[in-house]
């Protein structure tokens, strides 16, 4: 290598993104990424913002190529924050090689961000929604048995804790890969490693139903010449199953009557205030 091309590769090394620039940028998405939304944008607002550090280093006296680049990350954009990074690490690595001058064409930050968003918010969802929240709340639960203030300080310092860590070591990894990530996060391997999370999941939410959710009947049915109560039976024939109807009613009211949650919340709350007042419950 001549002085020539050294040169240029130490100039090239030292416009390159700095250690405290890429926390800047992190830092923006990571504490903003759902603080304004539209259902036209969603988390574009967040993404537009986190680059503005980014904006000012490459394209400070380009106003033309600035506004570019805070366009292409205005368009709409949603996945799962945390996990979701990843893609802000890709895209940012590409965004210095456009930004460098290198063969990277300015359409394919956006291209790599509308074909990512959609398998890291399924990954995303089965591992931060479907199982690190359940198991920190299981157990911020059963510390706040009895009125113990533990329980709620627990869950909101750990996953203050572990959202942030996810958030900002899949950026990191996905500003290492680059362009490589795509192989990692989709095809068919990933769409396994999905699935196997959503088994995962479904398993914990189904093992915190049966220990947390509780309804017993007060109603006696005669047995021969004695009245036994109905719950002994039930719990015969199949333990839990009052607590199992109230989840499998909740499932389907918000997957086959798409009811959100609170609508869902108010007709349990209904049912179990009829049912004591009738002396069900």
């Not at 002085?3 to 830092?27: N, Y």
């Not at 590409?94 to 890291?120: D, Q, R, W, Y």
């Not at 009811?259 to 869902?264: D, F, N, R």
């Amino acid at each position: 290598m001549n002085t020539k091309e050294l040169t240029k590769e130490q100039e090239s090394r030292k416009d390159r993104l700095t250690k405290k620039e890429l926390r800047q940028i992190w830092l923006r998405w990571g504490f903003t990424h759902l603080t304004s939304m539209s259902y036209e944008k969603l988390q574009s607002h967040a993404w537009a913002y986190s680059f503005i550090p980014f904006a000012n280093k490459y394209y400070k006296n380009d106003p033309e190529a600035k506004r570019r680049l805070l366009l292409r990350h205005s368009l709409f954009y949603n996945t799962e924050p945390q996990t979701g990074s990843l893609i802000n690490g890709i895209v940012t690595s590409m965004e210095e090689e456009i930004a460098l001058g290198n063969n990277v064409p300015e359409t394919m930050p956006v291209n790599i961000k509308t074909s990512l968003m959609g398998p890291l918010a399924g990954l995303g969802d089965s591992i931060i929604q479907g199982i690190i929240v359940p198991t920190l709340l299981s157990i911020a639960m059963g510390l706040a048995d009895g009125g113990n203030p533990l329980g709620p300080i627990f869950y909101i310092i750990t996953y203050g804790i572990i959202g942030p860590l996810i958030s900002y070591l899949c950026f990191k990894y996905g500003y290492r890969l680059g362009v490589n990530a795509i192989d990692v996060v989709t095809g068919e391997n990933a769409k396994r490693i999905t699935d196997a999370f959503n088994v995962l999941g479904i398993m914990i939410v189904g093992g915190l139903a049966a220990s947390y959710i509780t309804l017993n009947t007060t109603l006696k049915i005669p047995m021969g010449d004695k009245m036994k109560p109905l719950q002994e039976v039930l719990e015969g024939i199949f333990p839990h199953i009052l607590p199992l109807s109230m989840v499998l009613l909740s499932w389907w009211l918000i997957s086959s009557k798409q009811m959100t949650a609170t609508k869902v919340i108010l007709i349990l709350t209904a049912i179990v205030t009829l049912g004591v007042v009738v002396g069900i419950f």
